[in-house]
């Protein structure tokens, strides 16, 4: 295939004038997509999901969808296949991706275009049932509630991020780049008045290749194999990160197991969420709005605790990967069940989860159980709602026949009947249309600034979802779980205490965890436990909201961390003083710990495990995006006509020349009695 020089602007002069600049004949020829986020392909047990490309990458060319109705020219009549479909978000739906899929042999690839703007309606890509496979209900817990028989959760999931894909599907920013790729289709693709388009066309290459494939046994597999080779390669990593867990007071993290006389409550919020393209999961109300309440609420809680030290323990436990069948909550119940905790099941009095919260709260919160130990937390749901009375806050109940939603406590019930709760904003089926999607952000949530406001005022500004938070959830939280460790009832100092404006509450929802430059920090579970933007987030800032000030220098509290049995210290950087430079930085010592958010079934070595996470990642070596021109097949035929026709001729030249050697490069020789 020949390549022409790419020339386009919409800003003519900018573009040009770069193109024009470039010594690289690469960069001549193409012009990289930058602000893209791929779909790659991850692996469970039983089967594959997800996009890949083929290994050297896939070319097409490009052609906007401009309605349902045009797809008839993609998949049938045009006359230059394969293409390149590029997809206004409005089209980005399971229907039209069906299509593409089931004929895939004239499509090369697919680019969304990620709007400015959420669209109108629901969409969710998710499954109608998360988790459905691993949570307590079960053939042998309630099997009539088992698969979401009980509950449809998520009626907008449409599965699409479970299906697989053979060609690569890219999300684009829609920004310059994409109106440069708009000005090349408009300028050489696009059919007017029923015209075929003439070469050259502007053509489009998505390059994602996966390596591992069929499921996540097989990859294990071939990774443990690849040892015997002398350039060993890994084509897959499990799914895995950390938790994060701190308590009221410190725990013995050299001890394990059971520990006498402790009781402890754990409050728990998932840390992840998860997208089609996991680099724009927000998960502003799926997760975000969960582990923004708890940690306002300990940061709240964290003022009774420093004048008075609690009888009792609450264990606040961030976990993460739990949109991948509850990774981080299967690892730490298993990790109490191997005494390879500082406590173990027996010690946990209760357990309270902050589910889906950022969704009409000021409407009301829902307090949900499970119906078949439900006789076990009816003390606990009783004290709720009178607190919530006290508080003149509306807290419901579901129907007592109604199972559990998607949630982390739901793994330690299927290890033992533990009393708990689920806080949400929804009594059935999710408040969320935007369930697991790139569009649960914070524009969804409504968490606008004011115009014109500079970083630091955004920072200080209280939204009014966080006010919203604030006055019916995290209020209530952190005065019960007030009165619980301090044994009280309604007490004056709980209600002091949980009433005081934190600085977290300005910053629930500020714009790093939800957005931040071209596209915000992901909250995607990840991979080989790089620490991700949300299990950063969280850490650092329980850290700061828990911990307290020591006078211990820079070399004995370092950045990566110092840990003692019951502690551990982390440098802060601080604010920078005035007339300084940098940044008075301090030692803070807290009881925050990380902990391997790993599915045990890869500690086990059961690959096809059906009790725990089996979600895998496939690795890859290159992600690119890039458009060009691309010649017409009777110029590629003509070029090698050409190109034929040179070599052939050289090669007769060649042979003539090395026939005639002796005659074209002799000389006469000189007699041999010459003299000088």
């Not at 969320?432 to 968490?447: Q, R, T, V």
Request: net charge negative; aromatic share 10%; charged share 15%.
């Amino acid at each position: 295939m020949d390549f022409l020089l790419l020339v386009i602007s919409t800003s003519p002069r900018s573009r040009s004038h770069r193109l024009k600049a470039c010594n690289s004949v690469e960069q001549k020829i193409y012009i990289n997509l930058n602000d893209t986020v791929p779909c790659v392909r991850l692996l469970n047990a039983t089967h594959q999901i997800g996009c890949q490309s083929s290994l050297g990458g896939d070319v097409g060319v490009i052609h906007f969808l401009e309605s349902e109705q045009n797809l008839e020219y993609v998949l049938t009549t045009g006359n230059n296949p394969p293409y390149m479909v590029i997809l206004e978000s409005h089209l980005f739906n399971r229907d039209v991706m069906m299509k593409l899929k089931n004929g895939s042999s004239r499509i090369a690839g697919v680019a969304v275009i990620k709007p400015n703007s959420n669209p109108v309606g629901a969409f969710s890509p998710h499954t109608t049932c998360p988790n459905e496979n691993t949570g307590v209900y079960s053939e042998s817990y309630d099997p009539a509630l088992a698969h979401c028989n009980g509950t449809m959760w998520n009626p907008n999931g449409n599965g699409l991020s479970y299906e697989e894909f053979s060609f690569p599907i890219f999300s684009l920013k829609d920004d310059n780049g994409t109106e440069v790729i708009r000005q090349c289709y408009m300028d050489h693709n696009r059919a007017v008045n029923g015209s075929v388009p003439v070469y050259p066309l502007c053509a489009m290459e998505l390059s994602s290749h996966m390596s591992a494939v069929t499921d996540t046994v097989t990859c294990m597999r071939r990774s443990d194999t690849s040892g015997l080779s002398l350039n060993p390669e890994q084509v897959c990593d499990p799914l895995g990160n950390y938790n994060v867990w701190g308590a009221t007071k410190g725990l013995n993290n050299s001890a394990s197991g059971h520990s006498e006389n402790e009781t402890v409550v754990i409050a728990a919020a998932r840390l992840d969420s998860r997208a089609f393209f996991h680099g724009i999961s927000l998960g502003a109300d799926s997760g975000t709005s969960g582990f923004i309440t708890l940690l306002a609420a300990a940061g709240a809680l964290a003022n009774v605790t420093r004048e008075a030290p609690p009888p009792r323990t609450i264990l606040y436990a961030f976990f993460q990967g739990e949109s991948f069948d509850y990774i981080g909550s299967s690892r730490m119940v298993y990790d109490m069940q191997g005494d390879k905790f500082p406590i173990d099941l027996d010690n946990i009095h209760s357990l309270v989860e902050i589910g889906q919260v950022g969704l009409h709260a000021s409407e009301g919160l829902w307090v949900h159980t499970d119906p078949v130990s439900r006789r076990n937390v009816k003390n606990l749901t009783d004290i709720f709602r009178s607190v919530a009375t006290s508080l003149n806050i509306s807290l419901g109940e579901p129907d007592v026949s109604q199972p559990l939603p998607p949630a982390s406590f739901q793994r330690f019930l299927r290890a033992q009947p533990i009393p708990g709760v689920v806080l949400t904003d929804h009594r059935t089926s999710f408040t969320n249309s935007f369930f697991e999607s790139m569009y649960d952000n914070a524009e969804y949530l409504n968490l606008t600034f004011p115009a014109g406001l500079t970083p630091e005022e955004q920072f200080n500004y209280v939204t009014d979802t966080a006010k919203i938070l604030r006055v019916y959830l995290v209020f209530l939280l952190c005065v019960r779980l007030c009165q619980w460790f301090q044994d009280v009832g309604n007490n004056k100092l709980c209600t002091l205490s949980c009433n005081k404006k934190s600085d977290l509450y300005s910053f629930a929802f500020y714009r790093f965890p939800l957005s931040a430059g071209a596209f915000p920090p992901e909250h995607y579970v990840g991979v080989n436990f790089n620490s991700n933007s949300s299990t950063k987030l969280v850490s650092y800032v329980f850290i700061n909201l828990t911990g307290t000030a020591v006078n211990v220098s820079r070399e004995n509290c370092s950045s990566s961390g110092k840990f003692e049995d019951m502690n551990s210290y982390t440098w802060v950087r601080g604010v920078t003083p005035p007339n300084a430079t940098e940044p008075a930085g301090y030692c803070v010592r807290s009881t925050t710990r990380l902990a391997r958010a790993e599915s045990p079934a890869f500690l086990l070595g059961e690959f096809n495990s059906s009790t725990y996470s089996t979600w895998s990642e496939s690795r890859w070596k290159k992600i690119n995006a890039r458009i060009f021109l691309v010649a017409g097949h009777d110029l590629e035929m003509l070029t090698l006509g050409v190109g034929l026709a040179v070599l052939l001729v050289s090669l007769l030249i060649t042979f003539f020349v090395n026939a005639k050697a002796d005659f074209l490069f002799s000389s006469g020789r000189e007699p041999a009695n010459a003299t000088y």
